[in-house]
């Protein structure tokens, strides 16, 4: 067998996958499979019946070790937080950068920094705050290379640290901290306050000062602000921290605790701690001439993949970067057993993903699964030994144990003890269900013909057109020409219920020891509000975490569904006014001029992200209020003909400064900023725009500067074409009939 074979001849993504991230230098498929199968024959049979399959850091790096290169087996490490010196914050960068160099993801929590403003003992007299040492982590991850790839990182701060709220609008800038996930970590304390509408206390205590720190916030309106940026930029993400420590097999040992979680949120770790993944695959424990499932099968799976994990833990304990990670590692031996296909198996039994009857199959499966892991890690430990750090009177104590186990469980571990004190996970598993075409985690299928962009394959953007197999077989097989066609229980995460996405979600997580990597995904005109209610929902539920990616929000995401509806250039008649969104929110802003105060209300519409109005109402007395009120008038016209703020600005270029701006200054007045009262309402909108992380002003500037170099070129040049791109101004070429865009990569064929 070759990887073709493998992988379908008509797979050309899958085996461009493999060849790129997997295949070491010009070994063959074979080779391939007995380097990372440890020479293992019923692994390697496993493997290529696709019944399970390791994680990328095992299938790229197994057994390089020996030919010298540093690498590590974990696609997961979480670092030991921080201490709040500045020694440690720089030691933690360092760790950072050496997890990295070897290929690993990490986690880093800064819950322990002193918030801004507290006091420091050097000449700095007092500190910027947890968050600005955020860039030092998020500058680590962007300079340190991983063949070609950069490194995946996570940084998360409890809820009731002063700073969180600074915390949770950095990723609004879309140039700031672009190189890591946030995520924060959430108290049943805080979301009980938010359901009551309470204060809710932020407090830190700056041990070298005894200074403490404490302050009150309304609960709901810190919570509306998460969903908020949950809404526009898909983070940060929320960790349930209360259900993350009581719901797994340590939870009733006091010497353990979890220091964070890995970038993707699926592996919560203690200090040090690192995971090693694999994944079962379910569709092919479908007994498709019974169309049954084939339980026996996978409980046999199941016991050849925690023996493998086991394997590959004690192969590359010496493989670990750091001293911390090897005693971590040592002494609790955490393994991340996951699923993928989910989606797919759903499909092939003809249940709609989120229904009752998909959610009960779910819990069956995910029983079946954590029993037979919990089986196979005591037969290993009567074999090797349990973990160093082990004691049984704790085990046994624990709620999710005794939630799933049965007799034969209990009599194991008490006689022999578990191998590991974690076994079960579900990762992304992104590159490898594209790779094997199948949909990915415990996700839905994402759509059932999108087109796929990848950055680390070839060292740039290359995007790929990706035909889901399950529909297009379903529609041959059933002589359907339409997609729109298929069967109802043909899910895909666009037009799936987000509280049956919870639901599945919920029933896995009961069954799951670790924890689930997750995004909710959310059409375009999902509101804020529902947003709050996804959090809310997924809190009650049981959820250990969760975040959300709305379509069309400021966050481009890797996969793009081609919508063409999306796609169409939205030209308004000339001269017709653009209908104010019914959304809309109005801001009040205060402006204060040379001669009095005035209250700019900024209309800011959701769903389109955009200024939508303007209208100026007096707040104080003086000023020419008729004559600002028709600037504004104007204003709100230009921006609802298709205009921007840099098209405002340009219009009132050359407006001599106003003498009641000058007096007001030269008399020390604190006037808003700028010598006239357009410029000042400009600057006002400017600012609201930067406050939402809108590049509405600076893409302008852009475009209008790129358009015009455009222009002087083209008047040099013969044969310069006008066909723009739709999706990002550049010029297209025409080949064969065919448009395409080197910036973007945009395409049509006539």
Not at 596 to 622: A, T
Request: proline share 3%; glycine share 8%; with cysteine.
């Amino acid at each position: 067998m070759n990887e073709t074979k493998w992988l379908g001849e008509k797979n050309i993504l899958g085996q461009d996958i493999w060849k790129k991230k997997y295949k070491y230098g010009d070994e063959s498929f074979r080779e391939w499979l007995d380097r990372i199968s440890g020479g293992d024959s019923l692994l390697k049979e496993t493997i290529v019946n696709k019944e399970f399959i390791f994680a990328g850091r095992i299938l790229a790096n197994r057994g390089l070790h020996k030919l010298g290169r540093k690498i590590t087996y974990s696609n997961c490490y979480v670092l030991t937080p921080p201490e709040d010196n500045l020694e440690s914050i720089f030691e933690t960068a360092k760790n950072l950068a050496r997890t990295f160099s070897y290929g690993g993801g990490c986690g880093i929590d800064i819950s322990n920094l002193r918030p801004k403003g507290t006091k420091v003992n050097n000449s700095a007299m007092e500190t910027t705050g947890s968050v600005s040492f955020m860039d030092l982590y998020n500058l680590t991850t962007e300079i340190i290379g991983q063949n070609g790839r950069r490194g995946a990182l996570m940084m998360s701060l409890s809820i009731d640290h002063p700073d969180i709220s600074d915390f949770i609008k950095i990723k609004g800038d879309l140039s700031k901290v672009q190189k890591a996930n946030i995520s924060v970590r959430m108290t049943d304390d805080f979301m009980k306050k938010v359901k009551e509408d309470k204060l809710f206390p932020l407090k830190f205590e700056v041990l070298d000062t005894d200074q403490v720190v404490e302050k009150k916030i309304r609960a709901k309106e810190l919570f509306k602000e998460l969903a908020r940026q949950n809404w526009n930029y898909a983070e940060p993400g929320m960790l349930f921290w209360d259900r993350i420590s009581s719901w797994n097999l340590l939870s009733e040992d006091e010497n353990f605790e979890f220091a964070g979680t890995n970038p993707c949120a699926e592996e919560p770790l203690p200090a040090g701690g690192s995971c090693l993944l694999g994944s079962l695959i379910l569709p092919s424990f479908l007994n498709k001439a019974k169309n049954e499932f084939d339980f026996e099968k996978l409980k046999k799976a199941v016991r050849i993949g925690v023996r493998a994990l086991n394997d590959v833990l004690d192969e590359g304990l010496p493989l670990h970067p750091l001293k911390e990670q090897r005693e971590s590692v040592t002494d609790w031996r955490q393994i991340g057993l996951g699923i993928l296909g989910l989606g797919d198996l759903l499909i092939q039994l003809n249940l709609r993903y989120g229904s009752p009857e998909s959610i009960e199959f779910s819990n069956i499966l995910g029983k079946t699964i954590i029993i037979e892991a919990l089986k196979e890690s005591s037969l290993l430990a009567k074999k090797y030994g349990s973990y160093p750090k082990f004691d049984s009177e704790v085990i046994l104590k624990s709620p999710f144990l005794i939630e799933n186990s049965d007799e034969e469980v209990i009599e194991l571990i008490k006689k022999y003890g578990l191998r590991n004190s974690q076994l079960l996970t579900i990762a992304p598993t992104g590159s490898i269900g594209t790779m094997l075409q199948i949909s990915t985690g415990i996700e839905p299928n994402f759509a059932f013909s999108y087109t796929r962009k990848t950055e680390s394959l070839h060292g740039e953007d290359v995007f790929y057109e990706v035909f889901t197999p399950i529909a297009r077989e379903y529609m041959e097989k059933n002589n359907i020409n339409n997609i729109r066609d298929l069967p109802e229980f043909f899910v895909t995460a666009q037009n799936l219920d987000p509280i049956e996405r919870l639901k599945m979600q919920s029933v896995w997580q009961n069954r799951i020891d670790a924890s689930i990597s997750s995004t909710v995904n959310l059409i375009k005109k999902t509101t804020t509000e529902e947003v709050e209610n996804i959090y809310l929902k997924a809190w009650k539920l049981g959820l250990k975490g969760v975040t959300v990616y709305r379509s069309g929000c400021a966050r481009e995401g890797i996969l793009t569904l081609k919508n063409q509806k999306e796609k169409e250039i939205l030209e308004l008649p000339r001269g017709k006014l653009k209908s104010i969104a019914e959304d809309t929110i109005y801001y009040p802003k205060n402006l204060r001029i040379g001669c009095g105060k005035l209250k700019v209300m900024i209309g800011y519409s959701p769903s389109e992200n955009k200024i939508q109005d303007l209208y100026v109402i007096r707040s104080g007395s003086g000023g020419c209020e008729k004559n600002i009120q028709a600037v504004a008038i104007f204003m709100s016209g230009m921006l609802r003909l298709g205009g921007n703020l840099f098209m405002l600005e340009k219009s009132i270029e050359g407006i001599s400064g106003c003498p009641a701006f000058a007096r007001g200054n030269a008399l020390g007045k604190e006037l808003s900023k700028g010598d006239t009262c357009p410029l000042a309402i400009l600057n006002i909108l400017k600012e609201f725009e930067k406050e939402l992380g809108l590049k509405d002003y600076e893409a302008a500037q852009v475009l209008i500067k790129q358009k015009e170099e455009k222009l002087s070129e083209k008047n040099n040049e013969i044969d310069t074409h006008d066909a723009v791109c739709p999706d990002c101004g550049e010029i297209l070429e025409i080949s064969g009939g065919c448009y395409s865009c080197r910036a973007c990569g945009y395409s049509k064929c006539d």
